[in-house]
């Protein structure tokens, strides 16, 4: 079966230092992968998404990047976080042909203090 | 370009009565249309989806929704609220001919279940 997962599931860094959200997608090959932050009060805002291996487009400027080493692996990075940059962030993907289907993972709670 | 209207952030039902959750959407082409679930600190599942045929759509959990082309609405029932309903839900478009980046999802109704 199709399984997506994502850690680490919470997450409380300081201002400053770094990020590393890892993102897995098993049981399918070739997906398109999206990574969404959830800010409180504000909805889904999709950050970037990938069409295959090293392919990465961003929605909206920020503080952050993607990267997909592999075809079912898709990591959000930052290399010095900002308290804005504090909010529930969510890994899904879509298989293709599914009518634009989107499927998420478990999401990661970062806090940036 | 596609835009969902949630109406109600919050809505409360007690328990064993019908739930009812509002979503318009704006497109110029005919829509796909999703309902997605989310519960405490859990990301997004899917509840159902529309995309072509049968306008009266069942899901998950009990739940179903009806394409409304001439009210361009999406609402989404259950017939008895349980109180393991109670989450937020969020009402998503996108148009048939774009890829899923092109996904909108309203702003969500957190639904309280009261006994």
């Known amino acids: 079966s199709q399984t997506i997962h994502q850690w680490p599931a919470t997450l409380v860094q300081p201002v400053g230092s770094p990020l ?17 932050r959830q800010a409180a009060g ?6 970037f998404y990938s069409v295959g291996i090293g392919q990465i487009s961003s929605e909206v400027p920020q503080n952050l990047s993607a990267s ?4 079912r692996q898709f ?3 930052s290399k010095k976080l900002l308290l804005s940059d504090s909010g529930f962030y969510l890994c899904a993907w879509n298989p293709r042909g599914s009518g634009n289907t989107i ?11 | 370009a596609q835009s969902v209207t949630q ?10 009565a019908l739930v009812l959750l509002r979503c318009n959407y704006s ?16 990301g997004l599942q899917l509840l159902l989806k529309y995309t072509t045929g049968a306008t009266l759509v069942k899901g998950i959990n009990g739940f179903e929704a009806e394409f409304k082309k001439s009210e361009t609405s999406f609402h989404l029932t259950k017939p008895s609220a349980h109180m393991s309903d109670a989450a937020e839900y969020f009402c998503a478009v996108s148009a048939p001919s774009g890829s899923a980046r092109q996904l909108t999802f309203g702003s969500g109704t957190q639904l309280t279940v009261l006994p």
């Open chain 1, 103 to 113: 499927y998420f993972g478990e999401g990661s709670w970062l806090t940036v203090v």
């Open chain 1, 42 to 47: 504000r909805g889904l805002q999709l950050l």
């Open chain 1, 75 to 77: 990591i959000l990075s």
């Open chain 2, 7 to 16: 109406l109600g952030s919050h809505v409360s039902v007690s328990e064993g």
């Open chain 1, 20 to 36: 590393s959200l890892e993102c897995t997608v098993e049981g399918t090959s070739n997906p398109n992968l999206y990574w969404y």
């Open chain 1, 68 to 71: 997909r080493p592999q075809d």
């Open chain 2, 27 to 42: 497109s110029s082409v005919p829509p796909y249309l999703f309902w997605y679930v989310q519960y405490p600190n859990q």
